[in-house]
């Protein structure tokens, strides 16, 4: 019995094995194309960001809101983390508190004395560039050497360095660590640490002052601009996009304090007893209240809440320092 093969059906099957070599064609051609190869030199680091920026991100996010230990699986419990932060951690608020003094204080105080050193080091007379190299040199050291360092410096009684140099002008040593007179003392002897980094800051601005056109300063001396008219109203300003970019590096990096305060804890006494916070929680920052709350109680579903919380903080400065540049910020020449 013979039986035919429908026209439509017999030209589909015709074109079936031409349509999928058409597609490999145009496949192999992409793959030889230039922008493939545009794609392939950019996979690398794609892949990277996702499976250690974006996964990291999105699997941090879905821990805070379980309750998740490193023996147990995650168990959701909703927004209960959040609501134990922001109704009745005590700590987090003492945290909030010490960051908004720190952080504040921190940032201004580097943003200025960096651009004020820049702006001195900027001119050319004998010795320059070996004062750049010596305020820039230090900033380049480790963070934690550098606390184990001044951790000695403030030591409390005439053992330490800071109280040493009191004593030079007659003044009576702090506790710098642990003063029940001065809650803040402890977090101004990590302020004052704060002074070893100025010289990143002051190499940027210092780039950023080489940059500027002279023919602005010819032309504002030819106005009789003095000098400080000339640092207002031609240096600031074409200075504005490195500010910004200061101001945003630096106020993260503050937001990150973590090993300074940490290890002034340790000075302090209170690592041997579990406490990684310093005497009534004077040296707890966003990252040591992380730290103390996954690895040393293992809540690392509430740590996880506290750190969206720090990322969200973090976002929303950096989004609002960038909203006021855009009215204030010059560019180009």
Same mark, same amino acid.
């Given at each position: 019995?013979?039986?035919?093969?429908?026209?439509?059906?017999?030209?589909?099957? &015709?074109?079936?094995?031409?349509?999928?070599?058409?597609?490999?064609?145009?496949?192999?051609? %992409?793959?030889?194309?230039?922008?493939?190869?545009?794609?392939?030199?950019?996979?690398?680091?794609?892949?990277?960001?996702?499976?250690?920026?974006?996964?990291?991100?999105?699997?941090?996010?879905?821990?805070?809101?379980?309750?998740?230990?490193?023996?147990?699986?995650?168990?959701?419990?909703?927004?209960?983390?959040?609501?134990?932060?922001?109704?009745?951690?005590?700590?987090?608020?003492?945290?909030?508190?010490?960051? &908004? %003094?720190?952080?504040?204080?921190?940032?201004?105080?580097?943003?200025?004395?960096?651009?004020?050193?820049?702006?001195?080091?900027?001119?050319?007379?004998?010795?320059?560039?070996?004062?750049?190299?010596?305020?820039?040199?230090?900033?380049?050291?480790?963070?934690?050497?550098?606390?184990?360092?001044?951790?000695?410096?403030?030591?409390?009684?005439?053992?330490?360095?800071?109280?040493?140099?009191?004593?030079?002008?007659?003044?009576?040593?702090?506790?710098?660590?642990?003063?029940?007179?001065?809650?803040?003392?402890?977090?101004?002897?990590?302020?004052?640490?704060?002074?070893?980094?100025?010289?990143?800051?002051?190499?940027?601005?210092?780039?950023?002052?080489?940059?500027?056109?002279?023919?602005?300063?010819?032309?504002?001396?030819?106005?009789?601009?003095?000098?400080?008219?000339?640092?207002?109203?031609?240096?600031?300003?074409?200075?504005?996009?490195?500010?910004? %970019?200061?101001?945003?590096?630096?106020?993260?990096?503050?937001?990150?304090?973590?090993?300074?305060?940490?290890?002034?804890?340790?000075?302090?006494?209170?690592?041997?007893?579990?406490?990684?916070?310093?005497?009534?929680?004077?040296?707890?920052?966003? &990252?040591?209240?992380?730290?103390?709350?996954?690895?040393?109680?293992?809540?690392?579903?509430?740590?996880?809440?506290?750190?969206?919380?720090?990322?969200?903080?973090?976002?929303?400065?950096?989004?609002?320092?960038?909203?006021?540049?855009?009215?204030?910020?010059?560019?180009?020449?």
């Amino acid at each position: 019995m013979h039986m035919s093969i429908p026209d439509d059906q017999r030209r589909g099957s &015709l074109r079936g094995p031409a349509r999928s070599q058409t597609l490999w064609q145009r496949f192999w051609k %992409f793959l030889r194309s230039r922008d493939a190869r545009g794609y392939f030199y950019i996979a690398p680091w794609v892949i990277g960001y996702v499976l250690f920026n974006i996964y990291p991100l999105l699997r941090t996010i879905y821990l805070s809101f379980t309750d998740y230990n490193l023996f147990l699986d995650p168990k959701w419990i909703g927004l209960k983390n959040y609501q134990q932060i922001f109704f009745h951690d005590t700590i987090f608020r003492t945290v909030l508190t010490n960051m &908004l %003094f720190y952080v504040t204080i921190s940032t201004v105080m580097t943003i200025v004395l960096g651009l004020l050193f820049a702006v001195l080091l900027a001119r050319n007379f004998p010795g320059n560039y070996l004062f750049r190299t010596i305020f820039y040199v230090p900033s380049l050291m480790v963070g934690i050497s550098i606390a184990t360092l001044f951790g000695q410096v403030f030591r409390s009684g005439e053992v330490g360095l800071a109280n040493s140099m009191l004593g030079w002008v007659h003044l009576a040593p702090f506790n710098w660590l642990h003063s029940n007179t001065s809650p803040l003392l402890a977090l101004v002897a990590v302020l004052l640490v704060d002074f070893w980094f100025i010289g990143g800051n002051m190499l940027i601005f210092l780039s950023g002052i080489r940059g500027i056109n002279p023919e602005f300063y010819e032309a504002a001396r030819i106005d009789s601009a003095n000098a400080w008219q000339r640092f207002i109203h031609v240096t600031l300003p074409l200075l504005s996009p490195v500010i910004v %970019f200061n101001v945003i590096t630096n106020l993260i990096w503050h937001l990150q304090a973590f090993e300074i305060p940490l290890v002034f804890a340790s000075n302090a006494g209170s690592l041997s007893t579990g406490q990684t916070l310093g005497d009534n929680n004077r040296l707890a920052t966003f &990252l040591t209240y992380i730290y103390t709350k996954s690895f040393i109680f293992g809540q690392f579903g509430y740590g996880a809440a506290l750190s969206v919380i720090v990322f969200a903080i973090t976002l929303v400065l950096t989004l609002i320092v960038l909203w006021i540049a855009s009215r204030y910020t010059v560019y180009g020449d």
